[in-house]
């Protein structure tokens, strides 16, 4: 499997063995005896910000003829309201129910999320439809909700861009905590008792990225736009997602003196999010963008990521990314960066300075290595180490 997701190769492997799972090459020829259809088909952000439903046009074309009387036709995909009467339209059939049945997966944790969902969700204008859609899902144990098409297929967006709030807020308040003296993590930890906010999506970074928030926030404005709704929450949301960006690269161009130009940076981190290969709108690689556009030399490792990447040396040792380096940066939160021998991560750089955007590193560990170490909105008085001078 080219996809790191824990527990997919086996769930395949277990499939192809059993023989209830099969891979065949097109979907004319995947459907003809089908009793339901899942299109699971990518929605990219196409031009303007909309989602690009060319792919789902395109396979529907493709197997309406052969699908069969009775079939229930199930977007999983990200789609906006109204794609299931389009849907439908482009079918010109009556015999074939259209739902909507959007999935709610965490990349990295997707085979946990699909097999004990929080909820499962199903909309269709054919109420029988739905609720046998519903059905299949029976042995979850989920709250299934039933829903009308635009419901369903606004939910996803609805719970999406939510989260990208919540994680455009945390990292506002951690901008006040850090000019106010505050400390980010016992304030969320003060936050997160609460039942009504919770504790998930409550950590600082430097920004949100990934496959699914970047393009359904701009998806949902361009459909707030389409009804004459201006959805100012949302993109102030997006906004503060530029600016923490931003502000990460000012925190490290402060740390090594002010001037990037010329600066050798180690990154620690390029995909989206720990436990993924995933490179897409990854606020690491937005981050070592613009640090490179303004003159550094930047080496990277990641974990799960081989290969070379525009405008930086990518390598397959965390050790090499501190060889002769102004400043390390942690840019995703693999576990395995806890782990490094940072007193030789020390010793190889020719600067002090460690900045952890994710707040992942026990700051003593750093300190006690000789090294300085950076938050996102922790106090760096409280943390800077004392030296005695002799």
């Known amino acids: 499997m080219d996809i790191l997701e824990p527990g997919l190769s086996e769930l395949v492997s277990r499939g192809l063995t059993s023989g209830r799972l099969n891979f065949v ?10 009793e339901a259809v899942f299109l699971c088909v990518p929605t990219p952000m196409g031009a303007g910000g909309s989602a690009d439903l060319r792919a789902v046009e395109a396979v529907t074309t493709e197997i309406g003829d052969v699908i069969p009387a009775g079939c229930a036709l199930i977007t999983k995909s ?7 009467k389009r849907i439908q339209a482009m079918l010109g059939r009556t015999d074939v129910p259209v739902v909507s049945n959007p999935e709610f997966l965490r990349e990295g944790t997707a085979v946990e999320d699909f097999l004990g969902p929080d909820r499962i969700v199903v909309g269709s204008d054919d109420v029988a439809a ?32 939510f989260l990208a709030m919540k994680l455009s807020y945390v990292n506002s308040i951690a901008e006040l905590c850090e000019r106010l003296g505050a400390d980010i993590d016992l304030v969320t930890e003060g936050m997160g008792y609460d039942r009504r906010i ?8 430097p920004g949100w990225g990934g496959s699914c928030l970047p393009k359904d ?13 201006d959805f100012t929450l949302l993109t102030s949301a997006i906004e503060e997602n530029i600016a923490q960006r931003d502000r990460i690269v ?73 060889k002769a380096a102004d400043a390390v940066v942690v840019l995703t939160e693999w576990d395995e960066f806890k782990r490094l021998d940072w007193h030789y991560m020390a010793e190889q750089m020719d600067g002090d300075s460690v900045v952890d955007t994710r707040n992942l590193l026990e700051p003593r560990q750093i300190l006690d290595a000789g090294l300085s170490w950076q938050g996102v909105g922790r106090p760096r008085a409280a943390l800077r180490r004392k030296v005695a001078v002799s």
């Open 78 to 84: 990200t789609v906006p309201v109204g794609t299931s």
């Open 198 to 205: 919770g504790r998930s999506f409550l950590k600082p970074g």
């Open 130 to 161: 739905a609720r046998w859609v519903g059905d299949l899902y029976a042995d979850l144990a989920a709250p299934v909700v039933v829903a009308d098409a635009a419901s369903a297929e606004l939910v996803k967006y609805a719970a999406n861009c």
């Open 250 to 322: 000012a925190k490290i161009a402060g740390a090594v003196g002010g001037t990037l130009a010329g600066s050798r940076i180690g990154l620690l981190g390029l995909a989206f999010k720990a436990g993924t290969n995933d490179l897409r709108d990854s606020p690491a690689l937005a981050v070592a963008s613009v640090l490179g556009a303004l003159g550094a030399e930047l080496t990277a490792y990641d974990p799960a990521i081989g290969g070379q990447l525009a405008g930086m040396t990518v390598v397959d040792d965390p050790y090499q990314v501190a």
């Open 217 to 229: 926030t701009s998806a949902l404005v361009r459909v707030a736009e389409s009804v004459q709704y």
């Open 25 to 34: 090459v097109g979907a004319r020829e995947a459907v003809r005896d089908a």
